[in-house]
Structures are given as C-alpha cells and as structure tokens.
C-alpha cells in the first residue's frame, strides 16, 4: 500500500465531511463481517452454523456506508481476509462506540470517528503492527481480545477535528 496516497486520500474524505460534501449510498454496505443498517438486525437461531455478522444500526446508514465504499477503495490493497475482517471489524467499533455513547449523534461526527479510525489502522499498517486473529471464529477481530479496536473516538470529537485540520494543512508530496 502507498501510505502517502492513502493519507491524502484520507484528507480528502475529511475535507467532503468538513464541508459537509456528504454522500449517500444507494444501499446499506456489508462486507468482511460488517453490516450497516437502519433496522436491528434478525433474531438469530442458536442453531446456525455461521456466526452472526458485527452490525452498526444507525439512522446515518446510507451515509456511513458512503464513507464504507470510499474507504473500500483506499484500502482495496488489504493483504488478505484476516487484514479485512479486523479492519472493517475495528471501523465498525468506532461507529458503535459512537453512536452507543452519544444521545443525539451527529452525522460529521459518526463519520470522522470512523476515518480516524481508518488513519489509525493505516498507520499501523505502516508500522506493520497491524495485527489479526490467525484464525477466528465468526466476526472476531484481535481488537476485541486487546481491546485496542475503538482508537480515535476516546480522544473526542474536537480533538479528532483538529488532528485532521492540521494533517490537512501539512504540505504533502
């Protein structure tokens, strides 16, 4: 991966949010275990085989899975299932700690937690200590067994604003 383009790439999506250039998709986005939604999901049967899949159920569905197909794009470069599976895992966190601890969410707010935890996992990428599960049973990502799956939104929603706006001002290549 090309962590520079990925970065500006990145920026790019923080500008469109900023400046409430927002998109919505067409349809609720599912993938790599993931599902984003505006309805609960189905009652699963204790009797299936698979397990259930990680689900964010939020009013700003077509809007976050907006965000889902851009950063789909960026990452399409993930070494394999397990990279997918955690980091789709891990934005799907943010999205759920967001919306679970905020009485009225915010749109801007939602999708900004989500892209820094995507700058997050980039940088660990980079650093390769990107970490997975070897093997794993369902929608299990490591960031639940190490409980580093929610980075980002812990720090706050001006916090992660500021961080972008100054990322954005930084002269890139």
């Given amino acids: 991966m090309n962590h520079e383009l990925t970065t500006n790439a990145i920026i790019e999506l923080y500008l469109a949010i900023r400046d409430r250039n927002i998109g919505s998709s ?86 900004l937690s989500v892209l820094y935890q995507a700058y997050s996992a980039d940088r660990e990428i980079e650093a390769g200590t990107f970490g997975t599960l070897p093997l794993a049973s369902g929608s299990a990502i490591l960031a639940d067994k190490a409980g580093n799956g929610n980075s980002g939104e812990n720090i706050g929603f001006d916090r992660i604003n500021e961080f972008f706006s100054q990322l954005a001002k930084t002269p890139r290549a």
């Fill in 26 to 111: 067409a349809s609720d986005w599912g993938g790599a275990h993931v599902v984003i939604s505006g309805a609960p999901p189905p009652d699963s049967s204790p009797d299936e085989f698979y397990s259930p899949h990680r689900y964010v159920v939020t009013e700003y569905s077509r809007q976050l899975s907006w965000l889902f197909e851009r950063l789909a794009k960026i990452f399409s470069e993930l070494p394999d299932s397990a990279a997918r599976i955690e980091f789709y895992g891990r934005l799907a966190n943010s999205a759920n700690l967001y919306i679970h601890t905020h009485v009225h969410p915010k749109v801007e707010e939602l999708l």
